[in-house]
């Protein structure tokens, strides 16, 4: 069939017009509407779960699923991190081999800073490593909690303390999730570093309070704050004692925290990721060759974590309630996933080590789709408080930090293979 010259000429004039069409009104997404809460300048303050770490590592393809991060992004404000080139800095733990499941690790170092001459301070304050009391003193590494931490110096620049520049930067709204190290270093060394004391002249109540006390005294009054989670609910304290019990050993021999070497029953006692190289060197199966102390967390410590844990909780919902902040409730969210899975989209996340898609490698991080289903919890309390409706962050969209294309195999033990000293350079 022909087609007449003129009518291609007159079709391709309607073409250009209506490509040249102003149709942003049409395609221009709207902005979310965050009833009374004002994002202009948002701020994060916490530790390594708001810094966006995972799998044993701070790197930027993981930290722009900070919860913080992507809380930004659906309100769309600004939001400045302390980015670091991949592989990042911390050590972080790849995939090796499936059949066995074999992981490598990268140098502590292995990545730079790439906006560290950023003008003002980030609006994401995390830092790995760090506990209530480095939130209110500490400028430079070393830190009260882990000795020297390059992290500290990557995000605070010399520039004065984490809550210095937060305040510096006169938020209209901040988070912070703050108090997980301050009991978690005694946990993930099976009780061999301390916990921050809950009394005497400088316990947590007093550091805690006079953390929010200083942003409430600054005037911002748009403040959400989360909770400490139970360490039994992580994979870091559940894998190796899960994994054992379904190859049919319901005890090792551990020693315990007064020193004595004793059979452990797998039910009441954890033990940590650690552990597993220790398994692998033929400890734990008899008194001359137990696991160590530093890889057990066993019933007495474990009723100590829970304790302080608790009243650690107790002291931030009384304080924030105090200042009218408003809770964001991670304790009670970690509890029913563990206890009870979470689907979202079709998709069951489970605190399951590697194949529940919530924690990354190290066992203590969440995924990247793990920080989108945290980010979603702060909205929740958002659109809940200040009459907002902010769109939920859409989990499936973003991608899984641990691809599987195949069944997993773990050792004879039924265990993951970590290299040694995989975890001797984590912050938590």
């Known amino acids: 069939m022909r087609i007449h010259k003129y009518f291609l000429l007159s079709l391709a004039i309607i073409l250009i017009s209506i490509s040249c069409e102003d149709r942003s009104d049409l395609t221009q997404p709207s902005a979310a509407n965050t009833g009374s809460a004002d994002f202009s300048k948002f701020v994060s303050i916490g530790n390594s779960l708001t810094a966006g770490y995972q799998s044993g590592a701070l790197f930027e393809s993981g930290q722009k699923y900070s919860y913080g991060k992507l809380i930004a992004d659906q309100v769309g404000t600004n939001y400045a991190q302390p980015t670091i080139d991949d592989p990042g800095i911390g050590g972080r733990i790849e995939v090796k081999t499936l059949e066995p499941f074999t992981t490598s690790t990268q140098p502590a170092a292995g990545g730079l800073p790439n906006n560290s001459t950023y003008e003002n301070s980030y609006n994401n304050l995390g830092i790995p490593g760090i506990v209530v009391a480095d939130v209110l003193t500490t400028t430079a590494s070393p830190s009260n909690y882990v000795g020297n931490n390059l992290l500290i110096d990557v995000v605070l620049r010399g520039q004065g303390t984490v809550i210095s520049q937060a305040l510096a930067l006169q938020p209209t709204f901040m988070t912070v999730w703050i108090g997980n190290n301050d009991i978690l270093g005694y946990a993930t060394s099976g009780g061999t570093l301390p916990y921050t004391p809950i009394d005497g002249d400088i316990n947590f109540g007093v550091l805690y309070s006079q953390l929010l006390g200083a942003i409430a005294q600054a005037g911002v009054q748009n403040v959400l704050v ?74 007495g410590e474990i009723a100590i974590a829970k304790s302080i844990i608790s009243s650690f909780n107790s002291t931030i919902l009384t304080v924030s309630s105090q200042f009218g902040f408003h809770l964001v409730d991670m304790h009670s969210f970690f509890n029913s996933v563990a206890q009870n899975g979470l689907t979202v989209d079709g998709v069951t996340y489970t605190t399951q080590f590697l194949t529940g898609g919530l ?61 040694e000293g995989t975890f001797d350079s984590i912050f938590y």
């Open 359 to 419: 924690f990354s490698l190290d066992g203590v991080h969440p995924t990247s789709q793990g920080y989108a289903i945290i980010a979603n919890e702060f909205i929740k309390v958002v659109n809940s408080k200040y009459n907002a409706d902010i769109p939920l962050v859409n989990v499936s969209s973003i991608p899984g930090s641990i691809e599987l294309a195949k069944k997993v195999n773990f050792n004879k033990l039924g265990l993951p293979i970590f290299d």
């Open 226 to 299: 989360a909770n400490i989670p139970d360490v039994s609910s992580i994979p870091f304290f559940t894998t190796v004692g899960g994994q054992l019990r379904l190859q049919g050993i319901t005890q090792i021999v551990g020693t315990k925290s007064d020193g004595t070497i004793a059979p452990l029953d797998l039910t009441k006692n954890l033990l940590t990721l650690r552990a597993s190289e220790e398994l692998a060197q033929g400890k734990g199966m008899t008194a001359d060759n137990p696991l160590s102390n530093s890889v057990i967390l066993d019933e």
